[in-house]
């Protein structure tokens, strides 16, 4: 199957920084990732849907200023944490999709963020 | 909107045996996709099996079948003769099949699957 890194997979940060999460599709070109928050035994939550070339598309609560997505190539989606504080403390996963209508969705990783 | 519901939030199998788990969902769309996923301690993601709506056949992945009843929306795992590595967080997810849609997946609350020895 079709392979997704994200990088870092663990990272630490103080209060008030920033942080940024890299999602990369390795081996196929990805017209749309998914970025998703998950909580300890708990479901994936979906934060936002990114086309390359566009604006990413926030689901309802998300605060688009606070987690700033950017996809700027058919392999690369970017998300920022802007001024991260502890409750942004999380599981952070992104997954990635071809164009194509049956095309699944292969996910990556994901990335452990503690803010302290 | 789209809903899907996982009902045991967790289960028990012993090894060798065979068990099923449970999902429901609601949706107004006649085309549409279904999914298992896997989420092993490791948290990648795994895809175990999907069934394409239209389709009546039940789709099978080695020791994993589904149970697709289309006018009952319902969409259960069945594992047989469960492993060790079996264990894991089991999230049911729907996804429309309509062009317009951007492919995003709506997941279940999840089940959480113990596999004794």
């Known amino acids: 199957g079709a392979v997704v890194s994200q990088h870092p997979s663990w990272v630490i940060c103080k209060s008030g920084t920033s942080v940024k999460i890299e999602c990369r599709s390795l081996?196929?070109?990805?017209?749309?990732m998914f970025w998703y928050r998950q909580f300890p035994k708990q479901s994936l939550m979906l934060m936002a849907t990114?086309?390359?070339?566009?604006?990413?598309?926030?689901e309802q609560g998300v605060e688009k200023d606070k987690f700033l997505i950017n996809h700027a190539s058919l392999t690369l989606s970017t998300l920022t944490v802007t001024s991260a504080h502890p409750e942004d403390s999380s599981f952070y996963i992104c997954?990635?999709?071809?164009?194509?209508?049956?095309?699944?969705?292969?996910f990556g990783p994901g990335t452990r963020l503690t803010v302290l | 909107a789209q809903t899907v519901t996982q009902s045991q939030p967790e289960m028990s199998v012993q090894e060798a045996e065979t068990v099923t788990l449970s999902c429901t969902y609601d949706?107004?769309?006649?085309?549409?996709?279904l999914f298992w996923y896997k989420q092993p301690p490791s948290r990648q993601m795994i895809l175990v099996i999907r069934?394409?709506?239209?389709?009546?056949q039940n789709a099978t992945e080695n020791r994993f079948s589904v149970n697709f009843q289309k006018a009952a929306k319902s969409f259960s795992l069945k594992i047989s003769d469960s492993q060790l590595g079996d264990a894991a967080m089991y999230f049911c997810?729907?996804?429309?099949?309509?062009?317009?849609?951007?492919?995003?997946?709506?997941f279940g609350q999840g089940t959480t699957l113990q596999v004794k020895p």
């Open positions: 997954s990635a999709r071809t164009g194509n209508r049956k095309a699944e969705q292969f």
């Open positions: 949706t107004s769309e006649s085309d549409y996709y």
């Open positions: 997810a729907y996804r429309s099949a309509f062009t317009s849609n951007t492919g995003k997946l709506i």
């Open positions: 069934q394409e709506a239209y389709k009546q």
């Open positions: 990114s086309n390359e070339g566009s604006k990413a598309t926030y």
């Open positions: 081996d196929f070109q990805a017209t749309t």
